[in-house]
C-alpha cells in the first residue's frame, strides 16, 4: 500500500534535454498562435508568417513545422492562461531566446497589416512572464517592424 502512494506522490523523472527543448518550442508556437488569436481573428496570413517562423527558427521541413503547428494550435486552444507556456520557456529557452519570441510574436501581429490594442496586452503580459524587459521587448517591436516594412 505504501508503494503505491509513493507512486502516486513520486515526482516524475525530469525530461531529457531533447525532451525538455522540443516541449519548449511547442510552448513557443503556441504562444505565437495565441498572439494571432488575441484580436479575435486567426488569419491565413498569420497562419503563414508562424509556418515561416517555424521553418526559420527551428530549420524544420515543411511536414514537420505543420506537425508542430497542428499541436501547437491544439495546446493553445485548450490553454486558460500563458503561465503553464511561459514557465517552460522560461526553464528551457536562454534569455535571447526569449526575446526572439517575443519578436516572433510581433511579426505574427503585423503580419494582417494593422496593430490591435488585444495583441500588444497580451505580448506586454508574455514578454514580463518571460523575463523580458519593457526595452527589450520595444526593440524587438521596432525589429519586427523593420522586417515588415521590408516585406
Known amino acids: 500500500m505504501f508503494d503505491k502512494l509513493k507512486t502516486i506522490f513520486a515526482k516524475p523523472a525530469p525530461p531529457s534535454p531533447a525532451e525538455a527543448q522540443n516541449e519548449a518550442r511547442l510552448c513557443a508556437v503556441a504562444l505565437l498562435v495565441e498572439a494571432a488569436l488575441s484580436d479575435g481573428i ?3 496570413i498569420e497562419h503563414a508568417r508562424i509556418m515561416a517562423i517555424i521553418r526559420d527558427s527551428f530549420g524544420m521541413d515543411e511536414d514537420a513545422a505543420k506537425a508542430l503547428l497542428d499541436a501547437a494550435e491544439e ?29 516572433h510574436m510581433w511579426d505574427v501581429s503585423f503580419a494582417d497589416g494593422e496593430e490591435s490594442p488585444f ?7 508574455v514578454a514580463a512572464l518571460l523575463a523580458v524587459t519593457d526595452h527589450e521587448r520595444a526593440e524587438a ?11
Open 119 to 125: 495583441e500588444d496586452a497580451m505580448i506586454r503580459r
Open 75 to 103: 495546446r493553445a486552444e485548450m490553454a486558460v492562461d500563458h503561465y503553464a507556456f511561459t514557465r517552460t520557456i522560461k526553464a528551457h529557452m536562454p534569455k535571447n531566446e526569449r526575446i526572439a519570441i517575443i519578436g
Open 42 to 44: 486567426y488569419a491565413n
Open 141 to 151: 517591436k521596432k525589429a519586427a517592424l523593420g522586417r515588415t516594412k521590408s516585406d
